[in-house]
């Protein structure tokens, strides 16, 4: 029989739809099927060029390029700046890229004659000349490094010159055994032109027969007048 009232009528629907759409769902969830992804992702390993060579120092900051043309400061990038050391060559670089894309905004080699001081007015800053390889080209360029603290900026400085200095160090020493070794192949060819010498004089004795020499002697003496 049915039931008269009609507010329980449809509180037995509503309560059935909901069991309904529950037990849809469960059977959602339980199918068990798996579906093959419509990409394959493989994995691949990626060179940054930094491999063989160790990390002196790593610092969060700012790059800025000086355009003559314009003759104002351009940001190149944020990011983080690096003094990488060959482990084999010895050589120490500069390296910097941006944050996210990772693209090389500096890339050039520490050198001797490479200056770097305090941006004027601003502790937190610095500057200095380099033939920078960032493009893939060599390019004279002017660039200045803002940090986030006057520690950062008295690090970085630091370090350069400790570089720089001990660069000069061995480009002196190099030069001074290259000058010792000059000199001691002068001398040597000095030795061997006076050996050679005394070894032609001795050849021209060698040379001379004493029998012949007696005999000269003699003849000289024949042809003198007697008195």
Not at 67 to 80: I, P, S
Not at 146 to 161: A, K, L, Y
């Amino acid at each position: 029989m049915a039931s008269s009232n009609p507010d329980l009528e449809g509180e037995a629907a509503e309560a059935a739809a909901v069991e309904d759409e529950e037990t849809a769902a469960v059977e959602d969830e339980d199918t068990g099927a798996q579906i093959a992804p419509i990409v394959i992702l493989s994995e691949v390993s990626v060179t940054t060029g930094e491999e063989d060579e160790d990390v002196l120092l790593d610092l969060k900051s700012k790059l800025y390029r000086f355009d003559k043309e314009g003759n104002l400061w351009k940001e190149r990038g944020t990011g983080n700046v690096k003094l990488l050391k060959h482990r084999e060559t010895g050589k120490v670089r500069l390296v910097m890229r941006q944050d996210k894309t990772l693209k090389i905004c500096a890339n050039h080699l520490v050198i001797p004659s490479m200056k770097i001081q305090e941006h004027a007015g601003n502790d937190k800053s610095c500057v200095w000349h380099a033939a920078d390889f960032a493009d893939g080209e060599l390019k004279e360029e002017m660039f200045c490094l803002r940090f986030g603290s006057v520690g950062n900026c008295r690090n970085f400085i630091e370090m350069v010159e400790g570089i720089t200095e001990s660069l000069q160090k061995s480009a002196a020493e190099e030069s001074k055994e290259s000058a010792d070794a000059a000199e001691l192949l002068l001398n040597l060819r000095v030795d061997d032109s006076k050996e050679t010498k005394a070894a032609e004089v001795l050849s021209v004795d060698d040379s001379i027969n004493p029998e012949d020499a007696k005999s000269t002697t003699q003849t000289k003496d024949e042809e003198q007048p007697k008195e």
